[in-house]
């Protein structure tokens, strides 16, 4: 990677956290450039994710928000961008977040990001642990967007798929064992239901 890419993705990163609005937007702007260019140069930036879920506490733009989420969406669609992203703290809260802010486009690309964390199979149980539902309810709850709709059905159906489910109950039956010394009951998958659009 160039060298000269790097420092200014690295310069980027910070402006990005800049108080001044119309700094900050003009920086994610740029990141995002940088994005469509190579992803490499923004995912090898660690603090960055940070940066992003910290912006809805931060600021009140949605705009900004839009940016951030446009971004967040190269690390969703990569293996390792994906993995940071599940364990990012305040992922979740970010997201509902994102998902309240009423912007049907905003919400539309939030719901993409959600249904490629969900197709990577390895990360549903550790999604259903930390309460990723939340950001699907809210979504769910939200939205009017059809677009939106559709990709929460199919990143729900995924939620909800014997493989994520098994893997949780595995999880948590394991950790029970460690705990008492005894042994869990056998436990029948959840499945969320949501009710249809009209």
């Given at each position: 990677?160039?060298?000269?890419?790097?420092?200014?993705?690295?310069?980027?990163?910070?402006?990005?956290?800049?108080?001044?609005?119309?700094?900050?937007?003009?920086?994610?702007?740029?990141?995002?450039?940088?994005?469509?260019?190579?992803?490499?140069?923004?995912?090898?930036?660690?603090?960055?994710?940070?940066?992003?879920?910290?912006?809805?506490?931060?600021?009140?733009?949605?705009?900004?928000?839009?940016?951030?989420?446009k971004i967040l969406m190269?690390?969703?669609?990569?293996?390792?961008?994906?993995?940071?992203?599940?364990?990012?703290?305040?992922?979740?809260?970010?997201?509902?977040?994102?998902?309240?802010?009423?912007?049907?486009?905003?919400?539309?690309?939030?719901?993409?990001?959600?249904?490629?964390?969900?197709?990577?199979?390895?990360?549903?149980?550790?999604?259903?642990?930390?309460?990723?539902?939340?950001?699907?309810?809210?979504?769910?709850?939200?939205?009017?967007?059809?677009?939106?709709?559709?990709?929460?059905?199919?990143?729900?159906?995924?939620?909800?798929?014997?493989?994520?489910?098994?893997?949780?109950?595995?999880?948590?039956?394991?950790?029970?064992?460690?705990?008492?010394?005894?042994?869990?009951?056998?436990?029948?998958?959840?499945?969320?239901?949501?009710?249809?659009?009209?």
């Open positions: 990677m160039p060298v000269c890419r790097v420092i200014i993705a690295s310069a980027l990163v910070q402006l990005s956290r800049s108080k001044h609005q119309e700094t900050q937007r003009l920086a994610l702007q740029t990141v995002e450039l940088l994005a469509l260019e190579n992803s490499t140069y923004i995912l090898t930036e660690r603090s960055l994710l940070n940066s992003l879920l910290g912006i809805p506490d931060t600021s009140s733009d949605v705009k900004i928000w839009l940016l951030a989420a190269y690390f969703a669609e990569d293996s390792e961008g994906c993995r940071g992203l599940v364990h990012a703290q305040g992922m979740v809260d970010a997201f509902v977040q994102f998902g309240s802010s009423g912007d049907a486009t905003l919400q539309v690309v939030l719901s993409k990001i959600v249904l490629s964390m969900m197709e990577a199979k390895e990360h549903r149980s550790t999604l259903a642990n930390i309460g990723f539902q939340d950001v699907l309810s809210t979504l769910r709850t939200q939205t009017s967007d059809q677009e939106a709709w559709r990709n929460i059905d199919q990143a729900t159906l995924l939620f909800n798929s014997p493989v994520g489910q098994a893997m949780s109950r595995f999880q948590s039956a394991r950790s029970l064992n460690s705990d008492t010394g005894e042994s869990a009951p056998p436990q029948h998958p959840h499945r969320v239901k949501f009710a249809t659009p009209d």
